[in-house]
């Protein structure tokens, strides 16, 4: 079975430009999560979704950051006008969505960003 | 303050030996404790998994959490070349989203 995957692999931005990244979670995992890692750091979390409802946005740095999930299935970040700092490696993991009852996530390879 | 800290590393030790990888957590809410392994430009891979305190054993691997102390320990017997990777503790609190909070990473390297 395919595990979660990521596209891009590597992106280069120049500062200001708009970039997108999607996300193909395991089929059948109800919940998503997006996570970032800057380098040399754990990964802190953004954002999650439960099939297409964004439940909790908590950790998205700033306006400039947008998820989506309109399926329930893919799902995109998406960073307008990026900066530098927003340079660091995008996650994505996804789970089941069993109450009561603990679940792994499991994370995809990654988007490396670079702003230059 | 962090919710989890880390040992930053980096921790490089002969081949054979045994590792001691250690957290502390701040926010007594948490109940699950996790080791996730990242091999370089891979996404993280969950190592094991404990619920509350008490120690858990996979293979060469041995999980400890200590409650009381909000004290968090993976130790690695006979490591071999091919445990070289950054190890991330994490822990997730029952009543929110379910989201990890992650601890900064080790990386481990250990020499042939």
Redesign the interface.
């Known amino acids: 079975g395919a595990g ?1 995957s990521q596209s891009p692999r590597y992106k280069v931005a120049k500062r200001g430009q708009d970039v997108a990244l999607r996300c193909d979670p395991i089929s059948g995992h109800v ?1 998503l ?1 997006w ?1 970032q890692q800057a380098l ?6 953004l954002t ?1 979704f439960q099939n297409e409802a964004q ?2 946005k908590s ?1 998205l740095p700033s306006d400039r950051f947008f998820a989506e999930r309109p399926e329930g299935s893919v799902s995109t970040l998406k960073i307008q006008r990026t900066q530098q700092e927003d340079s660091a490696v995008y ?1 994505c ?1 996804s ?1 089941l969505a069993r109450l009561a009852v ?9 988007t ?1 960003l670079t702003v230059l | 303050q962090k919710e ?1 800290e ?1 040992d930053p590393g980096p921790l490089s030790v002969p081949e054979g030996a045994i590792v001691s990888l250690n957290c502390t957590y701040s926010n007594s809410a948490f109940q ?1 404790f996790m080791w996730y392994r990242q091999y370089s ?6 190592l094991m ?1 404990t ?1 509350s305190s008490g120690n858990k054993e996979d293979g060469r691997f041995t999980a400890q959490v200590d409650k009381s102390s909000k004290y968090i320990s993976l130790f690695i017997r006979d490591s071999q070349p091919s445990d070289s990777a950054t190890y ?1 503790c ?1 822990t ?1 609190s029952s009543g ?10 080790t990386q481990l390297t250990v020499l042939p």
């Open positions: 979660v919940s999560f996570y040399g750091q754990g990964p802190e979390f999650y439940l909790d950790g996650l993991a789970s603990y679940n792994e996530q499991f994370f995809g390879p990654g490396r | 989890v880390q699950y430009r891979k996404g993280p891979e969950l998994y619920y991330l994490a997730i929110s989203a379910r989201q990890l909070t992650f601890g900064s990473g």
